[in-house]
């Protein structure tokens, strides 16, 4: 399917009314003022891009749950790199089994 145009329009307000009009990478506000062609041009780097959390080019598809609003320049800079999801404190996989059983600063005898 091609990735431009009315769906493009469509899913950009589709993705800012259900995550905000923040971008996800730099948290900044994303300034519809900015998406203006005639005033900016089509490349300001502030203005409203949709992340692909999956990019397309390695399987990622073009629904709403793939898609987060963010600044044109954050999305590029970014490239076709996978984003990495953030650990949770709690996730048992990032340490091994023995990592929590004993801690360093407790004192063990001689």
Do not use: Q
Request: charged share 20%; hydrophobic share 25%; aromatic share 8%.
């Amino acid at each position: 399917m091609s990735w431009g145009g009315r769906k493009v329009k469509d899913l950009a307000r589709l993705a800012v009314s259900m995550y905000g009009s923040s971008c996800i990478y730099c948290k900044e506000p994303i300034v519809a003022d900015y998406s203006n062609e005639a005033v900016y041009g089509h490349n300001h780097p502030r203005r409203l891009s949709l992340e692909h959390l999956i990019p397309r080019s390695r399987g990622g598809t073009d629904s709403i749950e793939n898609l987060r609003p963010c600044h044109l320049g954050c999305n590029s800079h970014r490239g076709n790199r996978h984003r990495p999801p953030r650990p949770t404190s709690c996730d048992p996989s990032l340490f091994p089994a023995s990592f929590f059983s004993s801690a360093p600063w407790e004192m063990r005898p001689p």
